[in-house]
């Protein structure tokens, strides 16, 4: 059963109990920060759509073992507080990373669901996307292949997803990993356990 636009904006406005990441302290948040006023009047349905904030380039090699993990180091391309207005040419066949605006702050009773939305889909750059689990607090980082021929400008605060919200039936485990808050990569850096 997903979360309808009132349950969605009462949970903004009121904010959410998570378990904050660096102390363990249960503290009160918005489910969303940092949204626009047409963002909160113009939820549909049961999603909310969320911005682009700063574009990324991997630029070097990963190494992805049970027991280590070293991502790509990456290039920032772009960023919405440097550049708001910034409008970036993606060619076609390149790879990128985006990361969202907005700052998303789970409980632990709910998980998130990202899709790209139709637009970017329509103009052959869909998105790679992944569940957010319980108690994840920070901005969204999703994949980009343009798949298209030809080239597409997409500016700074441009909505490029959407997300839903789910109920957890039963206790779920709150995330923990090293993804939280707006890290991108581990850098070109090895990390161990993860």
């Known amino acids: 059963m997903v979360l309808g636009a009132d349950r969605i904006l009462s949970m903004i406005r009121q904010g959410v ?7 363990g302290q249960a503290m009160r948040k918005p489910l969303i920060e940092h949204l626009e006023k047409d963002q909160v009047d113009g939820i ?3 999603t909310v759509d969320l911005r682009l ?13 049970r027991n280590s993990r070293v991502t790509p180091e990456i290039e ?5 507080t440097t550049t708001p207005d910034g409008i970036f040419l993606v060619k076609p066949g390149e790879y990128l990373l985006f990361q969202t605006m907005e700052q998303v702050n789970l409980p632990e009773e709910l ?12 103009s052959g750059i869909p998105l790679e996307t992944a ?4 108690n994840y607090q920070g901005r969204l980082t999703v994949g980009m292949k343009h798949q298209g021929t030809a080239d597409v400008e997409i500016q700074m605060g441009f909505r490029i997803l959407c997300i839903a919200f789910f109920p957890i039936d039963g206790k779920a485990v709150p995330y923990r990993g090293v993804w939280q808050g707006d890290r991108v990569s581990t850098n070109g850096e090895e990390e161990r356990p993860f």
């Open 76 to 80: 920032k391309l772009m960023d919405s």
């Open 131 to 134: 569940f957010i689990s319980p």
């Open 44 to 46: 549909e349905g049961t």
């Open 53 to 65: 904030g700063a574009i990324y380039k991997p630029v070097g090699s990963a190494r992805l073992l």
């Open 111 to 122: 998980f998130g669901y990202l899709r790209p939305r139709t637009t970017l889909i329509r």
């Open 17 to 23: 109990l998570v378990e904050d990441h660096v102390t």
